[in-house]
């Protein structure tokens, strides 16, 4: 695929979990950067007309025989190249340098000493702390490299070939524990690629009309109107672009939380005064998600039966030939892996979950953006802060926040103890710091005691999480004082419940949702 930025860097990828950060990163920069497999080919590569490459991290070690290796004409490119930790790795192994196991693995935080000028360390004090990940070292540089820093462990911890402009570092500048890392990476795009910063949410928005207008020509597109933050922006940004040849279609699947479906209906209606038609289908879905316990069919299941009713909805309308959706990156990353050898963490309903042979072609506009990012083109696009600042709810709802069988008496319980969850959250104050508050329900039953009576009720579990871009999120520690509030109101309002848990897990090694 190519883009219409001047501009931009492609990452190629060897597994690192901190890929999606370098691409983040870049784009702070208001510089465009996508992330393509290692094994991207040599013309793909060259279509794409990158101002600069950057070899990501990964796992593997580059002195084994199976070792992810790129197309070794991309050092023939003359363009400039960073390889981070694994990536500076694979140069020095491709470009003719030693790696060897060191005697001591480096993980965690290290001060990094610069042994020489360099255009990337430019500007940067003489001593940083940086974040190292490895268990290889170099040897031996490549010919034209020479070292340009070093840590305690390792001699060549930065280096370069200042007239290839290729450029290594053996930590990682994209997290926050290197904190001069922002500056190494913008000595990178903006001083040792010429990169300009041109990629804003403006061109974005401009890009993105012509491209959808581009597509669609005379046709006519059904926009899948969840009323999050991500189907909500992608419905005003499409409807700038072609008007009321776009028709939202709101579905009541029976597991929107409570008063969902009335509000979303009102907001696009009498605000936006966008065509929503708004579709009574619990009873479908509920039908078909009877007895299903297993999280990867009430996903495919789910996302099956809202294609069938947008395909009903397309035939009422007459010609229809788009669907549009708010799918974003971090959706497609954990649904399709493109990375060879790493796991499907999970399918999205929006995403793995669509049927194989759908009539309908997809016009997803958000398809390589991270939330935030959809936030502030929600901001170019005058939306208000109510819509923009939402917490994040799954396209499956609260399907995938009741662990085993759905059913209407479950779906009750979970609406009434989720809305005293948001209720509360807001009431101290926390709801925007907050990136999801939610309520799950479990599938078990414990003893309790209400009234001098022996109770057999349902546990509810507490999740608030924070993150940038739901790629990685940490638990929040609510106040004591705000939990106990929470879980009494729940154990006093809602029948049927007696027990209330918190959870206390980060992703990873847990997911956000608890399906």
């Known amino acids: 695929m190519t883009t219409p930025y001047k501009d931009k860097i492609l990452i190629l990828d060897f597994g690192s979990q901190y890929s999606q950060l370098i691409a983040r990163r870049i784009r702070e920069l208001s510089v465009y950067s996508e ?199 992608a419905a005003v940004l499409i409807h700038r672009a072609i008007g009321d040849r776009l028709t939202c279609i709101y579905v009541d699947n029976g597991l929107m939380r409570l008063g969902e479906s009335e509000k979303v209906v009102r907001t696009f209606r009498d605000q936006f005064h966008i065509d929503l038609k708004a579709v009574e289908a619990s009873e479908q879905f509920l039908s078909r998600l009877s007895g299903v316990t297993d999280p990867e069919e009430k996903r495919k299941i789910i996302g099956n039966e809202f294609i069938k009713i947008f395909e009903a909805e397309a035939t009422q309308l007459g010609q229809v030939d788009f669907l549009a959706q708010g799918t974003l990156y971090p959706d497609v990353i954990e649904s399709i892996s493109f990375k060879g050898p790493s796991a499907t963490i999970k399918s999205h309903h929006n995403v793995g979950g669509l049927p194989e042979r759908m009539k309908l072609k997809l016009v997803e506009p958000f398809r390589e953006l991270f939330k935030d990012e959809v936030r502030l083109v929600g901001r170019e696009l005058g939306i208000p802060e109510e819509v923009l600042y939402r917490q994040p709810f799954p396209g499956p709802g609260l399907g995938i926040r009741i662990l085993g069988e759905i059913t209407r008496e479950r779906l009750a319980v979970l609406r009434e103890a989720d809305a005293i969850v948001i209720e509360e959250i807001k009431a101290a104050g926390l709801y ?67 027990r209330v848990t918190y959870d206390i897990s980060s992703k990873p090694p847990s997911t956000i949702e608890w399906e």
Not at 100 to 120: C, D, F, H, N
Not at 462 to 486: H, K, Y
Request: hydrophobic fraction near 40%; include cysteine.
């Open 35 to 233: 992330i393509r497999p290692f094994s991207e080919t040599l013309e793909a590569i060259r279509a794409f007309e990158p101002s600069g490459l950057v070899l990501s991290g990964g796992p593997a070690s580059v002195i084994d025989a199976d070792a992810p290796l790129p197309h070794p004409e991309i050092f023939d490119l003359g363009i400039p190249i960073l390889g981070i930790c694994y990536g500076m790795q694979l140069m020095t192994h491709m470009l003719g340098g030693e790696v060897a196991p060191s005697a001591k693995r480096e993980y965690g935080a290290a001060v990094l000493t610069r042994t020489a000028e360099s255009e990337l360390l430019a500007g940067l004090e003489k001593n940083l702390r940086v974040w190292m990940s490895h268990g290889d070292r170099i040897n031996k540089t490549p010919e034209g490299f020479a070292p340009i820093a070093a840590t305690d462990n390792s001699p060549v911890a930065a280096m370069a070939d200042g007239s290839r402009r290729f450029y290594a570092l053996q930590f990682h500048p994209e997290v926050v524990h290197t904190p001069e890392g922002v500056e190494i990476l913008k000595n990178f795009v903006y001083s040792v690629c010429g990169c300009s910063p041109s990629w804003t949410m403006h061109s974005f928005v401009e890009q993105s009309v012509s491209e959808i207008r581009g597509r669609v020509g005379e046709g006519r597109v059904l926009c899948a109107l969840s009323g999050g933050v991500d189907s909500s922006v």
């Open 432 to 498: 925007r710091q907050i990136w999801q508050s939610f309520a799950v329900l479990l599938p078990i039953r414990t003893v309790g005691v209400m009234g001098d009576e022996r109770t057999y009720d349902h546990v509810v579990a507490l999740r608030a999480v924070n993150s940038r871009d739901g790629m990685t999120a940490d638990w929040v520690q609510l106040p004591f004082e705000l939990l106990a509030r929470i879980s009494n109101r729940i154990i006093n309002e809602v029948k049927g419940v007696n």
